[in-house]
């Protein structure tokens, strides 16, 4: 049985991360840490979890747990996580690393020096219709190209500050973790940040060129009509046309009509804790630390997700300016 414990009990948490590990046979939830009681008592209540803090350091030196969760928001995460990993515990965060480069960096030099297992919550990479019609693409080797589209509306929303740190950072670098897994490693960068009908920086658009020579593209607006997400991954005689977590659409060899993946289909619900990647990558992170092995989205590689971020925006940047 491996013991977890939370610490943070907030929207994302409850809605995502909870469900999927409560539901795990060979997990506990042990404890949880919240600084807000009324959040605390509510989740703790949910899953009958006895051990409640509000002060995380004791929660680690009281109660024997292998991992941690630690889901809030990215200002937050590192002082919290190198606590966790100087306690020799494994860790489990959300999206992005922390509020920097330099963060994230920090983070991930103390899981090795510890020697502790780390994940990323990068949920898209997990999500059923996308591992499934990345299986298809890469049957047929090495792709051509990508594009990643990531548009909201988001005219006047000020919740960045909250999270500290902009909506590129925290948000679109969801999709821009994306291209990697699709494409790799990035060798050039073109770009266009601009703002539009805003106070900051709210559309962004680049054209990336990979190791292996594939191109990736990324579209984000926010200053857009509604939200509004779809992915594109072309191979070999192959093209997956995905929007996640509902469906994908895979073209073969000049046929007219695609295959059909659903996202519910393929785990037997249609929560989005299942179709769109949390409970898989809860799974993955378990798994993970039941065989001894680093996550696919650890540290070390949300670092090079979190550079590429900053890529993009320093190379829009000078563009724009
Ligand atoms: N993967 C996704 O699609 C997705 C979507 C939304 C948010 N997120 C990420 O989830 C994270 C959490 O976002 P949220 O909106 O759920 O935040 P939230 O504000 O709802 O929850 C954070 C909780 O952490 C608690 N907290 C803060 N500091 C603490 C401390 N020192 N000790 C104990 N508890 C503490 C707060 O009291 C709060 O209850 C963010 O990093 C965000 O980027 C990811």
Redesign the pocket.
């Known amino acids: 049985m491996i013991n977890v414990g939370f610490?943070?009990?907030?929207?994302?948490?409850?809605?995502?991360h909870y469900p999927s590990v409560a539901a795990f046979e060979d997990v506990t939830i042990a404890a949880i840490?919240?600084?807000?009681p009324e959040?605390l008592n509510t989740t703790a209540e949910k899953y009958q979890v006895a051990h409640r803090y509000?002060?995380?350091r004791r929660m680690l030196d009281e109660v024997d747990l292998d991992a941690v969760y630690v889901?809030?928001?990215?200002v937050?995460?590192k002082p919290?996580v190198l606590d966790c990993l100087a306690a020799g515990k494994h860790v489990f965060?959300?999206?992005?690393p922390g509020a920097s480069v330099a963060d994230a960096q920090e983070m991930a030099d103390a899981a090795r020096a510890h020697d502790r297992l780390t994940m990323v919550?990068?949920?898209r990479r997990f999500a059923c219709v996308v591992v499934e019609a990345k299986r298809f693409i890469d049957d047929r080797g090495p792709i051509t190209q990508c594009l990643v589209e990531f548009h909201k509306y988001h005219i006047g929303n000020a919740r960045w500050e909250?999270?500290g740190t902009g909506m590129f950072e925290?948000?679109i670098i969801?999709v821009v973790d994306l291209l990697r897994h699709f494409g790799g490693e990035v060798t050039d960068v073109e770009a266009y940040v601009q703002t539009w009908y805003s106070d900051q920086e709210n559309v962004f658009n680049a054209l990336l060129r990979f190791e292996s020579g594939a191109t990736g593209i990324l579209t984000a607006n926010r200053a857009s009509g509604t939200r509004y997400e779809r992915f594109e991954v072309h191979g070999h005689g192959i093209a997956a046309y995905i929007r996640a977590p509902e469906m994908a659409e895979i073209y073969k060899d000049g046929e007219s009509q695609p295959f059909i993946l659903r996202g519910s289909v393929l785990v037997g619900n249609e929560q989005p804790y299942r179709t769109?990647g949390?409970f898989d990558e809860n799974r993955h992170f378990i798994d993970c630390i039941t065989t001894g092995r680093q996550p696919m989205t650890n540290l070390d590689d949300a670092v090079k997700t979190r550079m590429l971020v900053d890529r993009i925006l320093e190379a829009g940047r000078h563009r724009a300016g």
């Open positions: 610490i943070g009990a907030g929207a994302l948490a409850n809605a995502m840490c919240d600084l807000n959040r509000t002060e995380y889901i809030m928001p990215p937050f995460l919290i965060m959300e999206k992005p919550a990068f949920n909250y999270y925290t948000d969801h769109y949390f």
